[in-house]
């Protein structure tokens, strides 16, 4: 049984900076991968960034490449999604997520948050 609490999000300006993190109780090595995704009202749910526990390894949308970054840290079984210069298009709940492989795909992911809201307006 896996838990994720996400935090960080809020309110800030076009351009601004925002770190969000997922505190993950209760992980075992089956639960290899750590990522994040984001859902707007009325859309799907889409990948942004996701990582190896173990290796570290990272993969990242094409809409957050060059702007977010995606660490963790394995001694307090946390990851952590840098966001920068934050758009409009931005704006959306944000779900952290635990699986058994480093995917782009929500099929992989067994366990998640309850979601941080990210708004970013000019």
């Known amino acids: 049984q896996v838990k994720l609490v996400e935090s960080g999000g809020g309110q800030v300006q076009v351009g601004d900076s925002l770190t969000l993190t997922c505190t993950v109780h209760?992980?075992?090595?089956?639960?290899?991968?750590a990522a994040w995704f984001r859902q707007a009202p009325g859309e799907e749910r889409d990948f942004v960034a996701a990582?190896?526990?173990?290796?570290?390894?990272?993969y990242y949308a094409n809409s957050a490449t060059g702007r977010f970054t995606i660490s963790r840290d394995i001694t307090k079984n946390t990851v952590y999604l840098q966001m920068d210069r934050l758009q409009p298009d931005d704006t959306a709940a944000y779900y952290c997520?635990?699986?058994?492989?480093?995917?782009?795909?929500?099929?992989?992911?067994?366990?998640w948050g309850q979601g941080t809201q990210v708004t970013a307006t000019s």
């Open positions: 997520a635990a699986g058994n492989k480093v995917s782009g795909s929500e099929g992989h992911y067994d366990y």
């Open positions: 209760g992980r075992s090595s089956s639960t290899s991968a």
């Open positions: 990582i190896s526990w173990i290796g570290g390894g990272i």
